[in-house]
């Protein structure tokens, strides 16, 4: 189905408050200041996918049923399929500056699930797959909006998860029922949680069978009962709390705790229970082809801060001339995570039951890429702009409208010819967003640790075979090997 920004409210209107904030229950997600942001930024692609302009990005074709339906809900088995979720990503964070992690995660996790079901069927003569069908075909019904978790608190880093003081720290099964599973613990982190309606829960890394408890592949919905969320994203320091206020913008982004007390999810909505030697099979897919599309993210964020660039070069009296060549940089930054994650996609192939995997060194490469170049456009970004922009160094926006002092504040923030001060404060106040406050997406950690993709990189790079080729061009024919340590 293809859904409006108006069905999609009137579904989260509906759902039980389990969400806290500053140990308070948030009642309704679209009105309280604290989730009606990020609400917001995903209404956004739910306006989009009824555009005549924009609807082929946010929409396609069920290949189970032939319907029109959300594109996040949909297979993606092609190369064009899969570069269709780079260029939704691309968009939604042109709309909104930020992460919308609800048109996202779970649609990778819902692919990434057909293949390992897949095989999991195979080997063991399960029925996950067509369980699984049942719950996309559901989803594509719907259009509803799925985060995904797979990041747990894990604890001692250390540690396995059965090796911890307090077994919990990761999500895992309790009780194996005929009907289903009961789960406890907590996921951590995770993005997009109180904009959207359920969560695909997958398994935080790959175990051995002394953890297959942890090994665990569901959905659950948002409000499903024995789930508490907490919201953690306060990186305005609570600017964005405040009603009118043009501190920050009117999107968003949340990240939640989420802690299950003994939750129930019923045999059809469990897609892996204990299975631990399928559960590293979960992480590689799901990393290949999140790692590609991530590049898509940070792209489309760098292009809204060459715009704000733009806006404040002018706001501060100046063209675009002098910013020039930082300008180029940054673009540059923004079409080279965008075009290794294309590449990535390129090299890859669709797994033998249908869903498009990356090619795996090229998309952790991606992945490390992504950690450092967006940090050198955010350095760009606030350089254009001035200390205005670095340190948002003026005064806020109930100074500004203050009856006794606000003509005087708007007096001296003004600064370009025919540009009032509003604009050049809202400009500033963007830029400090995007670089520095809510607005940052989590380019050094979300979708992973760079040094997990740096290992991928090391064990997927031929060393031998690449000294083997320099040899040969040097005209080298001895052993050259690496000193053997003397033994002690
Ligand atoms: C903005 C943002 C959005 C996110 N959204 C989601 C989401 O939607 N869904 C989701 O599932 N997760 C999400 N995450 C979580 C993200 O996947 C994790 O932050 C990431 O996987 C790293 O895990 P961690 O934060 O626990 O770091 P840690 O595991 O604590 O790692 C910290 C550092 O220690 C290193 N390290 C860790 N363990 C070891 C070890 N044993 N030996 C040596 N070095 C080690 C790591 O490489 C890293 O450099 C998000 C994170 C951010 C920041």
Known sequence: MIRTREEYLKALKAMRPNIYKFGELIEDVTAHPATRKAVEAHARGFDAANTEAEKEIFTTTSSFTGKPIMRHTSMMTSLEEIMANSRLKRTMYRKTGTCTGGFCVGWNAMNVMWAVTSEMDQEYGTDYQERLK???????????????ALTDAKGDRSLKPSEQPNPDSSLHIVEYREDGVVISG???MICGVASSEEIFL???????DVDKDYALACVVPRD????TIIECRHASDGRDLEEGSFDAPETGVTQAYLLFDRCFVPRDRVFMAGEAKYSGKVITYFTANYRACIGACVAGQGDVMIGAGV???RANGLSIKPFQDKMINMAVNNETTYAVGVAAMAAGKPHASGPWISDSRLAHTNKIHVATLPY??????QEIGGGIVETGCFPSHKDFTDPKLGALVQKYVKAGKDI???????????SEWLTLGGGVPGCMHGGGSPDGAKMVVHGTTPYEEFAEYAKKVAGITEEVRDPVKPKK
Do not use: D, F
């Open 134 to 148: 049942q719950w996309i075909l559901h989803a594509q019904e719907t259009g509803i909006l799925v985060a995904g």
């Open 186 to 188: 907590c996921k951590a």
């Open 202 to 208: 997958l398994p935080g890394s790959g175990y051995k």
């Open 224 to 227: 499903i009962n024995g789930l």
């Open 311 to 313: 806006l404040m070069a």
């Open 376 to 381: 050198e456009t955010k350095r760009l970004c």
């Open 420 to 430: 009032s001060a509003e604009t050049r404060a809202r400009a500033a106040r963007l």
